[in-house]
């Protein structure tokens, strides 16, 4: 989590939570989270633990805000981030670099459009572990049917960017209606 936010800060909760499930599911980094799909995206209740654990030793600090519509948390390094750090310097170091491509890949994306981004890649899993593939416009439909706040041509143009970057696995493009 240091290692994560020290790369880019602050950082929302969500964000946390979608760039972890980016780092384990693109990446294959080995966090150990069981990713279920939730009302914001991908989720596993261990994050937030993992968050609070951080917190609590001094690595990392949340930060309360409030905005129109509701709040949010601004998570940033903390004082005691290079002692945090130390306690899995050996992971830090191995997996270094794909802390920093998911921070090149999804960094600047809002919370709003990770949600987006981790649900597709989410459903893109979840029907090439069934070994079926499908088309764009049928996971486009599938999506917007989960995150119906999302039109469907907006959906689609995610779906493009993640199948263009590779990051789609379920997904054959040959199948797109013509």
């Known amino acids: 989590m240091v290692a994560l936010v020290e790369r880019k800060h602050p950082l929302g909760r969500t964000a946390v939570m979608k760039l972890c499930y980016f780092l384990q599911t693109l990446r294959n980094v080995p966090l ?12 596993d209740a261990n994050v937030l633990s993992d968050i609070s654990s ?6 990392i600090q949340s930060k309360t805000v409030f905005y129109p519509g509701g709040y949010g948390y601004e998570i940033s390094p ?4 290079e002692f945090v750090k130390s306690l899995a310097s050996d992971f830090v170091v191995r997996y270094g670099a794909d802390l920093d491509w998911v921070i090149q890949q999804f960094g600047e994306f809002g919370s709003a459009d990770l949600e987006l981004l981790s649900t597709i890649v989410y459903v893109d899993r979840e029907t090439s572990q069934a070994q079926t593939s499908q088309s764009p416009d049928t996971l486009s439909k599938q999506v917007h049917e ?15 960017y993640l199948d263009q970057q590779d990051f789609l696995s379920g997904v054959n493009a040959a199948a797109a209606p013509r």
Do not use: C, W
């Not at 069981?34 to 995206?41: E, I, N, P």
């Not at 903390?78 to 981030?81: I, R």
């Open 32 to 43: 150990g989270y069981r990713f279920t799909l939730y009302s914001y995206g991908p989720f």
């Open 78 to 81: 903390a004082g005691n981030s």
């Open 54 to 59: 951080a917190e609590a030793l001094g690595g």
């Open 146 to 160: 989960i995150k119906p706040h999302f039109d469907v041509p907006y959906v689609r143009s995610k779906i493009k």
